[in-house]
């Protein structure tokens, strides 16, 4: 059989691959493709068994008394329904929270982590930081005043090694990774030695090297998967086209599933000179500087001659952060740089962190005193 592509799936849309009476399927999907014409995905009930279950794999498990905030999309996308789904699977209570609401603002999420007592969460990892920064404007503590949290579940976002350690410092919590995508679903989850473990009892996995044609169960190249039990839309040999390292050595878990390295497309960077940049080294570069300095926000531009670096920090930590962070560019990067420290708030504004939308419903009738500029356009 030849691999499935992407481009596969959108030539199929919407419902080119469906395997069953349309009658049973339970949920219609869409990735977050940018441009172009959307990939479907769909389940029936029993394919929602499977994606619970594999969702639900956690080292950290969720368990009835916890109450678990979804912080990531439900429309359209699959992320926040499969961690719903897997939270009520457990008997867990689920807070739903969507990050792309304007019903749920940083100000809102910071109250219901801190007032229910929230215990575990799922969001991108660039949340926990957002949050973090909310919790410290609404006056809390993150490591000490959320004492119910058990762990962050994230994924959905490339993570370096030295942010996720911050993250986990910041909270006082492990951060739980987790591996997967709209069209399938869970594919992989951590275990408490740090290791991303393939679903390969639930998936046949294969890594396909584009340079030679081939397909291999181990070592570097895209990840192809064969999902094995599902209904709604059967896939054969889907190349996700993420770049990973699959391994089958022992991991000292005893889980005797593959583990997976996922690059993505981390890879991928920009020319500065004769060097490539990388989101991914340039995070390592950040998060690498001394917890104290409080650096959890940055952004950098990659210019033909020179790679441009902004990073948020306080005033009394502002040279020394600067100085290590331009060395750092310098030694290990080999590009000329220029870093600037910039206060805490100019990228990510106060506002955002406090602000508290009002959420209105469709009106059409005002008051002579009140803005009808709002009206019907409630959002
Ligand atoms: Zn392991």
């Given at each position: 059989?030849?691999?499935?592509?992407?481009?596969?799936?959108?030539?199929?849309?919407?419902?080119?691959l469906?395997?069953?009476?349309?009658?049973?399927?339970?949920?219609?999907?869409?990735?977050?493709?940018?441009?172009?014409?959307?990939?479907?995905?769909?389940?029936?009930?029993e394919?929602?068994?499977?994606l619970?279950?594999?969702?639900?794999?956690?080292?950290?498990?969720?368990?009835?008394?916890?109450?678990?905030?979804?912080?990531?999309?439900?429309?359209?996308?699959?992320?926040?329904?499969?961690?719903?789904?897997?939270?009520?699977?457990?008997?867990?209570?689920?807070?739903?929270?969507?990050?792309?609401?304007l019903?749920?603002?940083?100000s809102?999420?910071?109250?219901?982590?801190?007032?229910?007592?929230?215990?575990?969460?799922?969001?991108?990892?660039?949340?926990?930081?957002?949050?973090?920064?909310?919790?410290?404007?609404?006056?809390?503590?993150?490591?000490?005043d959320?004492?119910?949290?058990?762990?962050?579940?994230?994924?959905?976002?490339?993570?370096s090694?030295?942010?996720?350690?911050?993250?986990?410092?910041i909270?006082?919590?492990?951060?739980?990774?987790?591996?997967?995508?709209?069209?399938?679903?869970?594919l992989?989850?951590e275990?408490?030695?740090?290791?991303?473990?393939?679903?390969?009892?639930?998936?046949i996995?294969?890594?396909?090297?584009?340079?030679t044609?081939?397909?291999?169960?181990?070592?570097?190249?895209?990840?192809?998967?064969?999902?094995?039990?599902?209904?709604?839309?059967?896939?054969?040999?889907?190349?996700?086209?993420?770049?990973?390292?699959?391994?089958?050595?022992?991991?000292?878990?005893?889980?005797?599933?593959?583990?997976?390295?996922?690059?993505?497309?981390?890879?991928?960077?920009?020319?500065?000179?004769?060097?490539?940049?990388?989101?991914?080294?340039?995070?390592?570069?950040?998060?690498?500087?001394?917890?104290r300095?409080?650096?959890?926000?940055w952004?950098?531009?990659?210019?033909?001659?020179?790679?441009?670096?902004?990073i948020?920090v306080?005033?009394?930590?502002?040279?020394?952060?600067?100085?290590?962070?331009?060395?750092?560019?310098?030694?290990?990067?080999?590009?000329?740089?220029?870093?600037?420290g910039?206060?805490?708030?100019?990228?990510?504004?106060?506002?955002?962190?406090?602000?508290?939308?009002?959420?209105?419903?469709?009106?059409?009738?005002?008051?002579?005193?009140?803005?009808?500029?709002k009206?019907?356009?409630?959002?």
């Amino acid at each position: 059989m030849p691999l499935t592509s992407k481009q596969d799936l959108r030539d199929s849309y919407p419902f080119g691959l469906l395997a069953v009476p349309k009658a049973d399927l339970a949920t219609y999907h869409e990735s977050s493709g940018t441009a172009g014409r959307p990939t479907s995905s769909y389940y029936t009930e029993e394919d929602w068994i499977d994606l619970a279950e594999r969702f639900a794999r956690k080292w950290i498990p969720i368990r009835p008394e916890d109450t678990f905030l979804v912080r990531t999309p439900y429309a359209l996308m699959i992320t926040g329904h499969l961690a719903q789904a897997a939270a009520r699977l457990r008997g867990a209570t689920v807070v739903p929270g969507d990050n792309r609401s304007l019903a749920m603002p940083y100000s809102r999420v910071v109250r219901v982590l801190h007032d229910l007592s929230v215990t575990l969460t799922w969001s991108m990892p660039t949340e926990a930081l957002l949050w973090a920064a909310a919790a410290r404007a609404a006056g809390y503590d993150p490591r000490t005043d959320f004492p119910a949290l058990r762990a962050l579940y994230v994924g959905g976002e490339p993570l370096s090694p030295q942010r996720r350690a911050r993250i986990s410092e910041i909270w006082g919590v492990p951060i739980v990774q987790e591996y997967g995508s709209t069209e399938t679903g869970s594919l992989a989850g951590e275990c408490e030695y740090g290791q991303l473990h393939l679903w390969a009892d639930r998936a046949i996995f294969e890594v396909y090297d584009p340079r030679t044609g081939t397909t291999s169960a181990e070592g570097a190249g895209q990840l192809v998967v064969t999902p094995l039990y599902r209904r709604a839309m059967p896939l054969l040999r889907y190349n996700l086209a993420d770049d990973v390292e699959v391994s089958d050595a022992d991991c000292a878990c005893g889980w005797q599933l593959p583990t997976v390295r996922v690059l993505g497309r981390s890879a991928f960077g920009y020319p500065v000179g004769n060097a490539r940049i990388t989101q991914d080294r340039l995070e390592g570069l950040v998060f690498g500087l001394p917890a104290r300095y409080d650096v959890m926000f940055w952004r950098a531009r990659a210019e033909p001659a020179r790679l441009v670096v902004e990073i948020e920090v306080a005033d009394e930590h502002r040279e020394a952060a600067v100085q290590q962070v331009t060395r750092d560019i310098d030694r290990l990067c080999h590009a000329p740089c220029e870093v600037t420290g910039v206060a805490p708030g100019a990228l990510v504004p106060t506002r955002v962190l406090t602000g508290v939308h009002d959420v209105l419903k469709p009106r059409s009738l005002f008051g002579a005193d009140e803005d009808w500029d709002k009206a019907l356009l409630y959002y």
